[in-house]
């Protein structure tokens, strides 16, 4: 797995320095991932607020 950074924000998964949906920084301080292929009918995507699929962090610090 490449050395991907979580937004700070929304957990966004990324290569980026900058989050690309809120551009806020990243941090490469997470853990845990999951991916949300339909986040209308995922439990996961709502306790998180996701409303976008994509591969998302579980803890950011």
Known sequence: MKN????KNCHLLT???V???CSLPTS???SGYVIIRDPDH?????KM?????GSY???VR
């Open 49 to 53: 607020n996701i409303t976008t699929p």
């Open 42 to 46: 995922s439990q996961i995507a709502k």
């Open 57 to 59: 962090a579980l803890k």
């Open 15 to 17: 290569d980026n320095d």
């Open 19 to 21: 989050c690309p949906r």
């Open 4 to 7: 991907l950074k979580a937004c």
């Open 28 to 30: 490469k301080r997470w």
